[in-house]
């Protein structure tokens, strides 16, 4: 059984920074690509930044709204994926989900979401 953590939503002032954290636990084989999306209520989500296999520390790519201000990295041996998010704006509000791509030791690729983690940015 695959289960994704999220940690490191909160509350934090218009400039701040936070750090989320999504841990992928369970009988894991591989990852193919883990990121972070970020929805509104009665919206649908969308892609703030995700972390793909490739190079030296893998191929990232981010919503232009987020460039220069959010890095994805990842922490292969953990099966975690870190969001550092700087320069927070009031507009960064929103419910953020970790997904990942990846398949068990028992069952093939599928995709995996977590519960969501609230980031609350105040003025």
């Known amino acids: 059984q695959v289960q994704l953590v999220e940690s490191g939503g909160g509350l934090v002032q218009a400039g701040g920074s936070l750090r989320l954290s999504c841990a992928a636990s369970?009988?894991?084989?591989?990852?193919?690509?883990m990121g972070w999306y970020r929805q509104a209520p009665g919206s649908q989500r969308e892609l703030v930044a995700g972390?793909?296999?490739?190079?030296?520390?893998?191929?990232?790519s981010y919503a232009d709204s987020v460039k220069g201000r959010f890095t994805i990295s990842r922490d292969n041996a953990k099966n975690t994926v870190y969001l550092q998010m700087n320069s927070l704006k009031l507009e960064d509000t929103d419910v953020y989900y970790c997904?990942?791509?990846?398949?068990?030791?028992?069952?093939?690729?599928?995709?995996?979401w977590g519960q969501g983690t609230q980031v609350t940015v105040s003025s």
């Open positions: 972390i793909y296999n490739g190079g030296t520390g893998g191929i990232t």
């Open positions: 997904k990942a791509v990846l398949s068990s030791d028992y069952d093939r690729q599928r995709v995996y």
């Open positions: 369970g009988s894991i084989f591989s990852i193919n690509l």
